[in-house]
């Protein structure tokens, strides 16, 4: 069982940047590929970016490319998400997950485990 728990979330003004992490345990973090999904209130909740296990794959919502980009360290078990440029429409919670095995980045049916969420909020 692999546990996820993100931080970094905040309040930022629009423009700003910020970075989240997710720290996993209770597993071998290098076997997972790892996503970052996002939920904005009244929204379904939406892929935002993943990265595959050696880092070689990474893969971004059109929403997102060019301004964000997700990174992890794999000695530390941990996933990031440095978002730069933060526009309002980028407020949500962000949530990050584990897939353990291969197929399809953006589907959150994929993923095997999630955190809880940390709130980013945007401000215009």
């Known amino acids: 069982q692999v546990q996820l728990v993100e931080s970094g979330g905040g309040l930022v003004a629009a423009g700003g940047s910020l970075r989240l992490s997710c720290a996993a345990s209770?597993?071998?973090?290098?076997?997972?590929?790892m996503g970052w999904f996002r939920q904005a209130p009244r929204k379904e909740r939406e892929f935002v970016a993943a990265?595959?296990?050696?880092?070689?794959?990474?893969h971004y919502a059109n929403s997102v490319k060019g301004r964000f980009t997700i990174s992890r360290d794999n000695a530390k078990s941990v996933v990031y998400l440095q978002m730069s440029s933060l526009k309002p429409e980028d407020a949500a919670v962000y949530f990050c997950?584990?897939?353990?095995?291969?197929?399809?980045?953006?589907?959150?049916?994929?993923?095997?485990?999630w955190g809880q969420g940390t709130q980013v909020t945007v401000s215009s």
């Open positions: 990265i595959s296990w050696s880092s070689s794959i990474t």
């Open positions: 209770g597993g071998t973090f290098s076997n997972y590929g």
């Open positions: 997950a584990a897939k353990s095995r291969g197929g399809i980045w953006n589907s959150e049916r994929e993923y095997d485990y």
